[in-house]
């Protein structure tokens, strides 16, 4: 399956999803500058695209618990 015209074979898996089934996402530098996020699960949702000022600024209101 290819989600934002990206191969799955370059989607990295967060390092905060676990093993068990729970929320898993998973990223991917997009060829226009973007970061594409989507479901590991479940593929066929597609994926959101950020610019990368946005998704680290989420990022980091995550890892300060801002969010």
Not at 36 to 65: M, N
């Amino acid at each position: 399956m290819v989600r934002y015209g990206l191969p799955v074979s370059a989607w990295v898996k967060s390092s905060y999803s676990g093993d068990n089934g729970g929320t898993c996402i998973e990223t991917q530098p997009t060829p226009d500058g973007l970061v594409a996020v989507g479901d590991s699960k479940d593929r066929s949702l597609g994926a959101h695209t950020f610019a990368p000022r946005e998704w680290q600024a989420f990022v980091t209101a995550v890892r300060d618990g801002s969010l």
